[in-house]
């Protein structure tokens, strides 16, 4: 006969069910949000055909890895099913097109030499069979942040159709290369949160961090003019004071003279926040002693580090802090349920949020903001280093078609 387990074995089991069948669970649905990108089929290239691109094929400071390759493959035309060719009209670039040319990553996650950059606008030269778009058509796009060798600072680029969508008509195709990445980031998090609910939020006050940057000048408009936020307060440096308020925000704050909790405090705190800041301001708008939480709060930190080099943002306790926290405030509000939600997000490339957009922009609601035009790919070491401050405002754009450029 064979031995019977004991009572004490099956609890056992019966709990350690109980704890890793939910523990499984969580991991492989932040694994799976995770590597999302790497799902997109990469577009085949035509070695014959060649292009000018901004290509690394080591990492390290942009200045040093970036360089301007005359004669790199274009993607193949006519469009393979599924996949769009673009003639490249402009780029705009983001503080992670940077992040993944100086870290070590894994190369299977970012095939070397890559072509950098990831936002792009301009005219399909080829649809692939299945796809919705038409040789001719204005287009805007986020190509995939892993796996695929082409990028957004070339003359041609290419992708899966479902990255991209038809640009806004009121706006010039060459400025609305400055809206996905930073649009995307910003509508996918406050979708988790569940802000585009038709709830009315005239006494609301949504605190938006950074918010002369990319990100900040998207989530001030976006929060004021189309989620209904009443007060929107945004932190810069004084000489952002004005910018700031002219895109929607109510109030500011100087956190180079005042530290943001004390302002938040002072008019009672926020009812949610959008932060695309360093970790240590998780910890600092956490902090109940800090009151810049409300009751039952929203708080959209987008998986951020700094503009610095920083070996944090390749470590491992980095990239699972967002999950983690995410995870706990949710468990946690199972028994307290005015502590504050936590949603983090890595941004996914999505054609039909970005047709979304492109009708919320045609309805004059947001507008891309750019502080800054380079001219021609070979400013695009330059244009990098203006974003590496970390000081840009709005976003910087790179005219790649129609400049008349000499090789250097
Ligand atoms: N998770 C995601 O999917 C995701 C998506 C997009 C972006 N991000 C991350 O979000 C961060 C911001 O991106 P971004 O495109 O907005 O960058 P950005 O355009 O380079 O941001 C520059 C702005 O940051 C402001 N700033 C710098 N330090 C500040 C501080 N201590 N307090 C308040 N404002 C400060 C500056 O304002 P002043 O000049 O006035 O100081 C400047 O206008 C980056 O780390 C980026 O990688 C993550």
Redesign the pocket.
Known sequence: ARPQPSVAKMRLGAAATIILVPFASFIGHEVWQVTSNLRFPVAPSDPTATMRAAVYGIHGKTKDVLTMDEARAQPQQPAAPGFIVIRVIAAAL???DF?QIRNSQPGFLVPKPRIAGFDVSGVVLSAGEGTDFKVGEAVYGMLPLMGSAWGSLAEVTAADARCFARAPTTIPLEAASALP??GL?VMQVFEQAGLFAGEKRKEQTMLV??A?????SFAVQFARHVLGFGRVLG???A??AEYVRELGATATVD?THEPFEEAVRAIGGVDAVLD??AWSYMDRTLDPANGVLRPGANYCH??????QENSAEASLVTVLQGPYQKWRSRFLKLFAPDSPQIFT???QPDGAGLARLARIVDDGLVRPVIGRYFDGLGSAVEAFEY?ET????GKVVIRVSGVQETSA
């Open positions: 983001n503080p992670v992040k990445l930073v980031t961090q950074a002369a940057g990319g990100v900040g932190t810069c440096s000489r952002n956190y695309p800041m987008i998986l951020s580090t700094d503009w997000t890595p941004v974003l970390g000081h840009a405002r």
